[in-house]
């Protein structure tokens, strides 16, 4: 016979929440346009207070262009009811050192190149991805869940 042990469930703080979102580097980024809502793994880096990642041209990027507000989701996982989750919404941008803020740029390729060592260099691991982005966290809610056995 299987015994089942009572989960405690809560919100995470704002510190908490901000440190997972740092800690992880997979997500899943949530956007939509008109009825449609579409949601594509990512990978990406954290300040705490942007969310920077590369991409390149296509659907994704052109839905973002045109409708820029989106969510991204990340987890921590060990159990069942042993997890941690947020979620931020935010506003989607494509950072570029000649346009806009040259200070962000240089801050999410320095983070870009922590995370992958050979980013926009000969041994880069996808070459392909070569349109970096930022979301500016608008919103950062966290929840988690522990066993209590």
Same mark, same amino acid.
């Given at each position: 016979m299987t015994t089942t042990t009572a989960a405690e469930f809560r919100q995470l703080t704002t510190d908490e929440s901000r440190a997972l979102l740092?800690?992880?580097?997979?997500?899943?980024?949530?956007?939509?346009?008109?009825?449609?809502?579409?949601?594509?793994?990512?990978?990406?880096?954290?300040?705490?207070?942007w969310i920077f990642?590369?991409?390149?041209n296509g659907t994704k990027l052109s839905t973002l262009l045109?409708? *820029?507000?989106c969510a991204v989701e990340a987890d921590e996982v060990q159990g069942?009811?042993?997890?941690?989750?947020i979620v931020v919404k935010g506003t989607f941008y494509?950072?570029? *050192?000649?346009?806009g803020s040259p200070d962000v740029y240089r801050r999410?390729?320095?983070?870009?190149?922590?995370?992958? *060592?050979?980013?926009?260099?000969?041994?880069?691991?996808a070459p392909h991805r070569d349109i970096v982005f930022g979301i500016f966290i608008h919103?950062?809610?966290?929840?988690?869940?522990r066993s209590s056995g």
């Open positions: 740092v800690a992880q580097h997979i997500g899943r980024l949530a956007f939509t346009l008109h009825d449609r809502v579409d949601i594509e793994p990512i990978n990406y880096v954290s300040d705490g207070e990642g590369r991409t390149s045109h409708h *820029p507000w069942l009811f042993d997890w941690s989750s494509i950072l570029d *050192p000649e346009i999410a390729e320095r983070l870009l190149r922590d995370l992958v *060592p050979g980013t926009f260099k000969a041994n880069d691991p919103e950062l809610t966290g929840r988690t869940a």
